[in-house]
Nanobody, 118 residues
Framework: QVQLVESGGGLVQAGGSLRLSCAAS????????MGWFRQAPGKEREVVAT????????YYANSVKGRFTISRDNAKNTVYLQMNSLKPEDTAVYYC???????????WGQGTQVTVSS
């Protein structure tokens, strides 16, 4: 089993920055890929960014490409999401997730609220 705990959310003005962290415990952290997802009120959950086990390959949703950066520190069992040039439409609950043995996202954190004011 894997336990994930997010932190770093908050209220920020448009154009500002936040860095989200997700601390993992349980399985060997470097053995599974990680992702950040978000869900805004009234909308479906969507993928924001993903990163492979080594951290050498990342994927970004078009809506955040060039503004957000996902990274991981396998020595610290932590994945990060650096969010720059934030927009009001980035307002959502952000979740980190870990891949299970079948390659799907089987483990989820409790979520952290990000609110961007205009």
């Amino acid at each position: 089993q894997v336990q994930l705990v997010e932190s770093g959310g908050g209220l920020v003005q448009a154009g500002g920055s936040l860095r989200l962290s997700c601390a993992a415990s349980g399985r060997t952290f470097s053995s599974y890929g990680m992702g950040w997802f978000r869900q805004a009120p009234g909308k479906e959950r969507e993928v924001v960014a993903t990163i492979n086990r080594s951290g050498g390959n990342a994927y970004y949703a078009n809506s955040v490409k060039g503004r957000f950066t996902i990274s991981r520190d396998n020595a610290k069992n932590t994945v990060y999401l650096q969010m720059n040039s934030l927009k009001p439409e980035d307002t959502a609950v952000y979740y980190c997730a870990g891949e299970g043995v079948r390659g799907t996202y089987a483990y989820w954190g409790q979520g952290t609220q990000v609110t961007v004011s205009s």
